[in-house]
């Protein structure tokens, strides 16, 4: 028992080493593939023929675009280099646009807050000043102007 399974176990082993080894094709004519090698591949029909043209005509115009391209690049470069920037002049800072309070009919001094619409008291502060919205707590801060 111990020897056919013995056997059969070294046959299995013996049969993966082998399928695992690869054996190299052999050239039938060595001096067709030597001579086959020197000349480039050629097209048999009319067809891939024209499509192996076209592929030549599309390598071409690429290298055509590419060089000019590099060429187009390089000159902005040099008038880039050649052209004096002028100085730049800080940007302003931008104000923030705040909403205008709406003045209460028949009452001078009140104004009803763009954000709520609750009355403000603004007597003695000039039109045009901006001013925190007092409905609001201090976290918020809600501003508006005095019309």
Do not use: H
Not at 30 to 42: G, M, V
Not at 90 to 104: H, L, M, S, T
Not at 123 to 135: A, E, K
């Amino acid at each position: 028992m111990k020897s056919t399974f013995l056997f059969i176990l070294s046959l299995i082993v013996s049969l993966a080493f082998s399928s695992c080894y690869r054996i190299p094709d052999k050239p039938r004519n060595p001096r067709k593939q030597i001579q086959n090698a020197s000349r480039e591949p050629s097209v048999s029909s009319e067809t891939q023929q024209k499509l192996q043209d076209q592929r030549d005509k599309m390598k071409e115009t690429e290298s055509i675009v590419t060089e000019k391209k590099a060429a187009v690049d390089e000159t902005k470069e040099k008038v880039e280099a050649a052209v004096e920037k002028p100085i730049e002049k800080p940007a302003a800072p931008k104000r923030k646009e705040y909403a205008f309070a709406k003045p209460v009919p028949g009452k001078p001094g009140f104004v009803f807050s763009p954000y709520n619409n609750e009355l403000v008291d603004v007597r003695d502060i000039p039109s045009g000043t901006l001013v925190q919205d007092p409905t609001y707590p201090a976290a918020e801060k809600k501003y508006f102007r005095v019309p």
